[in-house]
């Protein structure tokens, strides 16, 4: 058991080190609603186009057997999610370096692209940067795969498992 005079003098010492650090806003303090990423994220739905899982789906099953021409679907998500599941005819492109290698992997801007990742954030950050490149026709998928799957679209299991080296 601590003293009461220690104990004292060290809350003394915790607030005064909570203070000092008090200023650089630490995210346990912070509220969700009022965080740089979650302003950051907002600001990018005003000016990102997004696409509902419905309205994505419609487009899938366009041609069910071919798959949609000019639409690439594309998975911005880490190698661990991809490994998991994945939407129909959707491509792993990651986040990472996505920017460096998506014109040689992409050169026509005038495809139509939907990008997706667990809940839109990811996503929506690289439709906003590919968009911004001159690609004209990118959405991010709103909400995401969840969204996807809780509007009861099936996902697919990936038959080639990505390590992260790729």
């Avoid at 139509?112 to 004209?136: D, H, P, Q, W």
């Avoid at 709103?142 to 679209?153: D, L, P, T, V």
């Amino acid at each position: 058991m601590i003293p009461a005079t220690r104990s004292i003098a060290l809350v003394r010492v915790c607030k005064s080190v909570a203070s000092r650090y008090h200023a650089v806003r630490p995210f346990s303090q912070t509220a969700a609603a009022n965080s740089l990423f979650t302003d950051y994220i907002n600001s990018l739905k005003s000016s990102t186009k997004e696409i509902s899982p419905s309205e994505l789906n419609k487009k899938l099953v366009a041609d069910p057997v071919h798959g949609p021409s000019g639409l690439h679907v594309l998975d911005v998500r880490e190698p661990y999610e991809w490994n998991e599941e994945k939407l129909p005819y959707a491509e792993y492109t990651g986040r990472g370096m996505l920017e460096a290698s998506f014109e040689k992997r992409f050169p026509n801007p005038d495809h139509e692209f939907v990008l997706y990742c667990a809940s839109g954030n990811r996503s929506l950050i690289a439709a906003e940067s590919l968009t911004a490149m001159g690609y004209k026709k990118v959405y991010s998928l709103r909400g995401g795969i969840g969204a996807w799957k809780n509007e009861g679209f099936v996902t697919s299991q990936n038959f080639r498992s990505l390590s992260g080296f790729n």
